[in-house]
């Protein structure tokens, strides 16, 4: 546990990024970009006080966040219930599957508890023909406040449906445009997210989603083929 995940690239990748065997991972400011292709995904949080914040998923085909559910009294080789993790300022676009699983897994090889003390806060969520917001059944004591949801045909307490414009800028990722419905819409006060994806510094009002509007300088983004790995491969 205790790890951090920061300023990485999956693209193409099949499978998630799984938090198993460990508590309190941070995994802030990656990129998640699935291309479509078959089994791609975001991230699956087993256990307890994870923290995920400031993640750009976009085109993935098996779902953006898994919170999984879990056995009582869990062994090494089942899964203990996610509690109390923070998913937050994520943005999620054109993905399908689920953008969130609230309890993954529930009801099979003896998984029966549900997730519990989940916040889920300003995060945006633009959903595509492909996907749907939200499946399965949260657990006790938690806590939504500051989504938005574009596309979505329902949404719940906590997440407001906005019309929000997106541009695909130089890097490739899709952004809302200057003055959108994100603008200053967070709520809450969450002083632990100091920046947004790019690594520039959230200051004043903060922004839903993983972008925050700034002039600073963007200090890391998302990798090509090219730029990582041996050298006889980029040639």
Known sequence: GENVYRGNTFRECAGMLTLRHGDRNVV?????LGGGKQDSGGIRIIGEDHVVT???IEGVTRGAFWITAGVPNSALNQYYVAKRALIA????VDSAGPHLDLANGLGGAGRTLKPEGVVVANNLFV???AGTLLTGEEGTGWKWQGNLAVGASAVRAGIRRAEVKLVRGPDGLLRPVAGSAVTGAAEGSFAMVKTDVDGQPRTGRYDVGCDQASVQPVTHGPLAATEVGPAWRKR
């Open 28 to 32: 802030d400011g990656n990129f998640f």
């Open 89 to 92: 300022f994520n943005t999620v």
């Open 54 to 56: 400031n993640n750009y």
């Open 127 to 129: 959903v595509g023909t």
